[in-house]
Nanobody, 132 residues
Framework: QVQLVESGGGSVQAGGSLRLSCVVS????????MGWVRQVPGKEREGVAA??????????SYADSVKGRFTISRDNAKTTLSLQMNSLTHEDTAMYYC???????????????????????WGQGTQVTVSP
């Protein structure tokens, strides 16, 4: 059973940094699509950063709104997915969820889009609040 547990959210002033972590257990496949999704009440879910491996190269992708500020990574032990967030703005305030796509190893696709799908494995979420 795949389980995801996030940590690292909190409150910070604009311009500050936070690092989110997600411990992933139970996902043992070499091909993967994982990432971070955020949601603000009343707005659509937004995939902000994704990392994927289709059995060849590891690739990262980012939403335009966070490019150059956020960095996604996965540790060598393949247990922790991280999101380093720098130069935070008030618009980054949201609940952040880590997600793992369950069928990427068969279907492939655009990982940044796939991490926002309902049928993913999801963490419980961690709140990020950035004061202006």
């Amino acid at each position: 059973q795949v389980q995801l547990v996030e940590s690292g959210g909190g409150s910070v002033q604009a311009g500050g940094s936070l690092r989110l972590s997600c411990v992933v257990s139970g996902y043992t496949y070499s091909a993967y699509c994982m990432g971070w999704v955020r949601q603000v009440p009343g707005k659509e879910r937004e995939g902000v950063a994704a990392i994927d491996n289709d059995g060849g190269n590891v690739k990262t992708s980012y939403a335009d709104s966070v490019k150059g500020r956020f960095t996604i990574s996965r540790d060598n032990a393949k247990t922790t997915l991280s999101l380093q967030m720098n130069s935070l703005t008030h618009e980054d305030t949201a609940m952040y969820y880590c997600a793992v796509d369950p069928d990427y190893r068969w279907l492939g696709g655009d990982c940044l889009i796939k991490i926002g799908e309902d049928n993913n494995y999801w963490g419980q979420g961690t709140q990020v609040t950035v004061s202006p």
